[in-house]
């Protein structure tokens, strides 16, 4: 199993300019979620899904959004890239209900934003 | 919301020492999640646990749900221990997201 990948896992894009970053899981998890991390920030939730089909805000999503047509997949997309948005992302993986939300991370995505 | 407290945020030590590292949170949870990343490196999930003790090798986490409180134990650390230790929660009505502290950076020095 290859677990949690993320694509790309890194990336330069000037401001204004729009990418999606993919995360897939083999694990047939329900819950999957992207984060991103900043210095002394720790990691805060942008966007999670509980399930195909459906996404939901986290702690900072304005500036992205997501989708989750297949469940192995859930995609984030930055329409107008701004230099704050400079971060290293992660999305994670949760099995889903009543297992305590034990959560597998990919490998990280480092976007710089000029 | 659960506001979770890490302390030490640096901690410095020299191999073969026994490291502690501590996790508080305000509100009642349903597990409480050790995690390391290593610089550069991604997440990996160490310890979930609900009370007692667990352990692992030279780890040890151990929780107090009344004392709202975890530590995690290190001993006879080593210089590949170096890492960021993240304590995270669970549960307090929200059960499918985890709330993370700003973790603590350890480096063990030869």
């Known amino acids: 199993n290859a677990g949690v990948t993320q694509t790309p896992k890194f990336r330069v894009l000037k401001t204004g300019q729009s990418m999606t970053l993919l995360c897939a899981q083999d694990?047939?998890?329900?819950?999957m979620y992207w984060y991103r991390q900043d210095p002394g920030m720790g990691l805060r939730l942008i966007h999670y899904s509980v399930g195909e089909g459906t996404t939901a805000k986290g702690e900072v999503p304005d500036g992205y959004n997501v989708s989750r047509l297949k469940k192995q997949n859930f995609l984030l997309g930055l329409e107008s890239a701004a230099p704050s948005q400079t971060s290293v992302y992660f999305c994670a993986s949760a099995i889903g209900q009543g297992h305590y939300n034990e959560q597998f991370f990919g490998p990280g995505t480092r976007l710089t934003v000029l | 919301k659960n506001e979770v407290e890490q302390s030490p945020q640096n901690l410095t030590a020299q191999e073969g020492e026994f490291i502690t590292i501590n996790c508080s949170y305000s509100?009642?949870?349903?597990?409480l999640h050790w995690l390391q990343q290593h610089p550069g490196g991604g997440i990996v999930s160490l310890f979930m646990?609900?009370?007692g003790k667990k352990k692992h090798g030279r780890l040890i986490a151990t929780i107090n749900i009344q004392e709202k409180h975890s530590s995690l134990h290190i001993t006879a650390s080593h210089p590949r221990d170096s890492a960021v230790y993240i304590c995270?929660?669970?549960?307090?009505?929200?059960?499918?997201?985890?709330?993370f502290g700003k973790g603590t950076l350890l480096t063990v020095n030869p």
């Open positions: 995270a929660v669970s549960g307090g009505g929200s059960n499918y997201k985890l709330t």
């Open positions: 694990m047939n998890h329900e819950y």
């Open positions: 509100v009642g949870i349903s597990a």
């Open positions: 646990l609900s009370s």
